[in-house]
């Protein structure tokens, strides 16, 4: 057994490091040909040509180098379009000489003539961005030429680069895609060798360290977890949280340095939906079977719990097939691109107008996509949580809570029970929630109106923050590189609107709770301690109360290591669901206070 | 306002004090050497396993005292002086009361065994109990733990836990028989056996051999039996801790004696907890509990008193639980380890050997007396109200799958416990019409 689990762990190491050596193991030659498929856009391609002669055909042996050279010849290419392009100074001035006291715009077909491309656009350009400088009368030449520079750099900045440059959208695209396509390495040689020596080692290293358990008898066995260096936020732990935390930011920010960890999965990406795969692919994929490999240890550590089997089971599937297989299908077969179990506002890019309208143009099953999401929000979520508590969702289906649950249990006894925690808790979760909704609002006013003024906020703006804070930041980086760190539902507990939403729900108005046995609790504390959503359980059982907050998922694992069956999850009616304590014990004593 | 000292910081005087503040605005001090603060002494063990850290065992936040005008002091109590209503401490402080509250639990029990003195032998009651073995188990390849109860198998289970071998000597003729019947001792046993612990069935402990050191090597059983061995768990019970009060006025027999209103031969001094011995009789039940539970109780009953509302002392049904490694134990009512005359009893245990249920009755008037159940939880407010009203054990029976208390999905048995209820005790005038009902 300690052999099998001593090979297990070598294994799980040495394809753990070559899946991060991999990501360093190639060389980048960038051929016209790649440039040419991969800037849509002829002109772009021509100029980035050019000026990218000292690249072209040329072997670079790091991407660190081959991606600022990159840069280098992104914003060389938008400064000579600049300069091609910009309004002079003189031509300012001519502007301002032509206009005494109210502006008018058509001064500027004196200014911009010809009918060459430069002019052409600058005429265009001028008018298009200073519209508003139509008809105003100005104190001074002075504050006029104030004006007329102002719309002039506008104009540099956003209408030449998007036009005729590489906007940072496209830059960023474009270093990801350059890269991706101009690297040589073994492991684009033989993926199929490489996803083996990577994902599959890991896969089998971690299941010959999981399955030995299985010859332990069934019962809790928590033991030395809190002498343990990777779950007792010691240097392993810690170590683990900042890898995470680096690979998150890197897959958002920066993903042209991990080009070869995307190549690693084409082949399984060109079998599932015939396309190369992304970088979310490759996300997914891993978070996939993070699941999976972690669920089967959960489901043995909790194989005396049927409870625990059944739900570990369900987020399992629900993250396989629903989260990762159909939609993927769905591509394949030309359809969009949907996760039908995915609820706003988790999902909060839910209702912007592109996905809107990509669904609705997608006829029939586009329309169901849409009418679906929408009966999840405003018919499953209060119905469900009526009936089961918040749990069918958060512990049951989603796939953040599938993660925490399998590749996070091992961290579930970290997160923080003080009073103050869960005030804090409070304020932020509910604070996201109302975040949420207002910038939805925003997005639907927009799509609506056209109009992105909405109230005081841009809206184009504030889905960008959120996206930015709470889409990437809080649920990503924070949600799964805190893991070892705060414990394995920061996210859901602190984060996560649906979550707030669902919470609302099962606290005010649900058959759902926890019930106390009598008079057995003794107070241990193992409740409270492995609750990952950090509720203070004991307080609740030691006084014989029932268990009805609203940020309970629902896991059961309160239950399941409660070493005197105190504590169960139960539906029932909801009358005497908030029923002051009870504590079984002496006659003629009244605890309710 | 009254200023109330209370010694002892565990669950008995902790709940009194809780209580008095719910109730009163007296001045509250709670005495202990122990602990900086209250923590779960039932969690002990869970701290040296690593499942805890003591952080997890302390049921209030540290604020919480100060918050509720509870003050706390870290001293030991050396004597009691009840003439001049004070406590002299260890620190050479004195302090005066106006009421006394002792809630100052137990001591491992020692019978004078040789050796019982040496390094590495010791009970486990309290954290300092904890401190000391963790000190010992550092060198200790086999531990032999004497006596076969509740802490001697969680001594087990946590030497277990590090790799331990253990050695588990019991003086009955199965694992906790002096209290479980034969059934349940046997099924246990089974249990204990299969997680590798070396369990010796009426066995005792003769003496305890010395290293030369002054630290325990091995021990010799009453058969001459020599087992070489680094820690020595002695887990034969625990008695009243009293000896402080020595040389005092109060009242002390094997416990501080108290009457139903827990109040001592003295004015003004009460005791509770583990350390009392009650002076009347309550009947199917010892004059010395020393469970978590009773503690809790008191406290609760004692805090009415002091506040002026004179409350017995007058405890429910009996109920109690433990869980040997993987088993769960829950009892409500009587279960006594040999059946009684007037008695009548049904055993069931399921297939896997993990899973039993034992009831007994009152064989004239068929009233329903008590239950072990193992590895099936049940709903204590179920069954206190059954025993309260006198429920039949056909009733009891019919009704069993309203008192189950398992998690959801779990397989139950209730359909094959009355099966064989019918069929070894007979049909008798019951309808059982009430078979398991999905919840």
Redesign the interface.
Known sequence: MKYIKTLGLILFITGFAIFNFSFFWASYTLTPEIAKEKITDSRKAELFLQLATDLINQRTASNFTFVSQLNKIFENANESQVTKFAITAHELDQLAANNDKKFSLASADFVFKGTDEVALFKAKAFKDYGSWLEGQSFSSQDELKKQLQNVADNIKNYGIVNQFGFDRYQIKDLKYSLAKASSLSPVKDNPVLFIFLTIGLCIIGALLYILPKLQL????K???????VMKNVQWLGILTGTWLIAFYIILYFYPEYITNGVTLVDPVSMWLKNQEAGRFFLYGFLYTLCILVMGVRMMINYR????QL?RTASVMFFQTAFAFLIPEILIRLNKPYFDFKNIWPLDYGFFFDSRISHLVDSGTLGIFMLGWGIALIIVAVPVLVYFFGKRWYCSWVCGCGGLAETLGDPYRQLSDK??KAWKVERWMVHGVLVFSVVMTAGVIYTYWTKSSWFLFFDSYKLREVYGAFIGIGFAGVVGTGFYPLMGNRVWCRFGCPLAAYLGLVQRFKSRFRITT????C?????C??YCEMGIDV??YA?RGQNIVRSSCVGC?VC??VC???VL?????GEEGRFGKP????????T?A? | MKKIVIIGNGISGITAARHIRKRSNHHILVISSETNHFFARTALMYIYMGHMKYEHTKPYEDGFWKTNKIDLLKDHVEQVDTDSKSVHLKSGDKINYDMLIIASGSTSNKFGWPGQDLKGVQGLYSYRDLQTMEIYSTETKRAVIVGGGLIGIEMAEMFLSRNIEVTLLVREKEFWNNVLPLQEAELISKHIRSHHVDLKLETELKEIIGDGNGRAKGIVTDKEENIECQFVGLTVGVSPNIQFLKGSKIETKRGILVNEFLETNIVDVYALGDCVERKYELPGRSNIEQVWYTGRMMGEVLAQTVCGRKTKYEPGPWFNSAKFFDVEYQTYGIVSPALKENEEEFYWEHASGVKAMHFVWDKTSKQFIGINTFGIRLRHECFDKWLREKKSIDFVITHLAEANFDPEFFTRHEFEIIEQFKMKIGNRQIVIGILPTKK
């Open positions: 008898p069934p019962g809790i928590n033991n030395g977890i809190f002498f343990n005396h719990s049927k409870y059944l003080t009073v046995n009598g008079g057995q003794i107070s241990c504390g193992n409270s301690t004991r307080w030691q059961g239950s399941s070493p005197r069956g169960n999850l139960e539906v029932k009870i504590l079984i014990g002496n006659n003629g004593v605890l206070e």
